[in-house]
């Protein structure tokens, strides 16, 4: 169905649809309807070709369309259109939990698939508690997360997130719940390209105060993503993770490390886990798993945790856990073909040598108008500018939307701009994404 654009038919045509994470009255009243893409672009109901600068949603990591990934998905429904996850299971399903699990370090070896990132983490949560209930040790219920973190939109994932909005609206959520500060303080650390060398031990001090206080046999897990992505692309200090995974695993408490944004090559490497060479006891994966094409997400597990429920169980089900619709055949055949093109096409490599340019790009932008901190990691970057008095979000919302007018696609977290390349996207691209974002700047008052 074409969009009817006229003033008077418009709205009805868009009513029925209560969209995700939207301003549904202003986008119903100038919607952006995107109806094709292909490779780098998206391109509107209204003939625009728009550079897509945010990989989709954080997922279209090879770009939009690619021929693989599409005759993947064709073959697998022409052949096998649904699998029960239940007692059953499918090749392509086993085949890839193998390709990913190769690609994370020592013995994350286990993948368990669901369908989002919000599934990913709930199921990590639901995990660790039961994990260490099956060995003994049902004290330990508490969770922590992080102050501005984001781990999906399910109750347990809302409830360990740090992001307000995301969670005031939804009463007490899950109970023995605390959250650690955000590791960046814009006046030590604005406009610092990468990782900032500034000393993280009072955040490792405060979480050992915050285990002191309830005492670590009560703490299953502390989960954080390894840049806030959703809150804004936020980097932590040099030597963060490496030194939360020693006062974690000090204190027997599992790590839980989101990766929903931050897996497959968005830092130029398989996943963040590698690239700080750190190794979790979870990882929680979704998005760029097959480049967004079919809904999975997965949560991949140390092998102590999977020994853990198999060794405690002599028979039955050993998880009382599961989706419809995990593994799915169709998410899986097109999870295949995009680790086979991250391989065949030296993506990751690719895109750890355009991170240099990247950077340098984006932090060209410090001295444009109302921006006041620019961050970025990898293909990631984060620039904030200023708000306006008693008007929250709305200067960022404008950049965006001038952006936009410009032919590129960011998104805009209240005043919090964020830019996520295409994996395979060259200077001649990254320099159209930071011009468009340039004349955004300079043409919002």
């Given amino acids: 169905m074409t969009l009817d654009n006229s003033p008077e038919r418009r709205n009805d045509w868009l009513q029925s649809y209560w969209m995700p994470f939207t301003p549904n009255k202003a986008f119903k009243a100038a919607p952006r309807i995107y109806e094709r893409a292909e490779g780098h672009y998206y391109y509107t109901s209204e003939g625009t070709k728009v550079l897509d600068a945010f990989s989709g949603l954080w997922c279209c990591n090879l770009g939009h369309r690619h021929p693989k990934i599409v005759e993947a998905i064709k073959a697998q429904a022409d052949e096998l ?229 198999m060794d405690a169980s002599a028979a039955g089900v050993e998880f009382f856990h599961g989706y419809t619709y995990s593994g799915h055949p169709l998410a899986a055949a097109a999870g295949l073909a995009a680790q086979e093109v991250f391989r065949e096409e030296g993506v990751y490599a690719h895109a750890a040598e355009m991170s240099d340019y990247f950077e340098q790009a984006v932090h060209s932008l410090k001295d444009e108008p109302h921006v006041v901190d620019i961050r970025n990691i990898g293909l990631a970057a984060g620039v904030t500018v200023s708000g306006r008095e008693g008007a929250p979000g709305a200067r960022g919302n404008d950049v965006f939307l001038k952006t936009y007018e410009k032919g590129v696609a960011v998104r805009a977290n209240g005043e919090h701009l964020a830019i996520a390349p295409i994996l395979t996207s060259g200077k001649a691209e990254i320099d159209m994404m930071i011009d468009a974002v340039r004349a955004g700047l300079r043409a919002t008052a």
Avoid: C, W
């Fill in 81 to 309: 259109d649904y699998a029960n996850a239940f007692n059953f299971g499918h090749p392509k399903v086993f085949e890839l939990a193998n390709v990913v699990a190769d690609q994370f370090p020592g013995d994350l070896n286990h993948v368990f698939f669901v369908n989002s990132g919000s599934e990913a983490a709930d199921t990590a949560l639901k995990m660790a508690i039961a994990y260490h209930r099956l060995r003994g040790e049902g004290t330990r219920t508490r969770l922590i997360g992080r102050v501005n973190g984001y781990h999906g939109v399910g109750f347990g994932g809302i409830s360990v997130g740090g992001m307000v909005n995301n969670r005031k609206f939804f009463g007490s959520l899950l109970p023995g719940v605390d959250h650690m500060s955000f590791p960046y303080d814009p006046a030590t650390q604005a406009f610092t390209p990468g990782e900032a060398e500034v000393d993280v031990e009072p955040y490792m001090r405060e979480l050992e105060a915050m285990i002191a206080l309830h005492d670590a046999s009560t703490i299953a897990a502390v989960i954080v993503e390894p840049f806030a992505g959703s809150g804004g692309v936020f980097v932590p200090p040099k030597n963060y993770l490496k030194r939360l995974r020693e006062v974690t695993k000090k204190h027997g408490i599992l790590l839980i490390v989101d990766e929903v944004i931050s897996g497959f090559g968005r830092m130029g490497s398989p996943n963040a886990a590698t690239y700080f060479g750190v190794e979790p006891d979870i990882v929680t994966v979704a998005k760029a798993i097959n480049n967004g094409a079919v809904p999975m997400g997965a949560a991949i597990v140390g092998k102590h945790i999977y020994d853990g429920f």
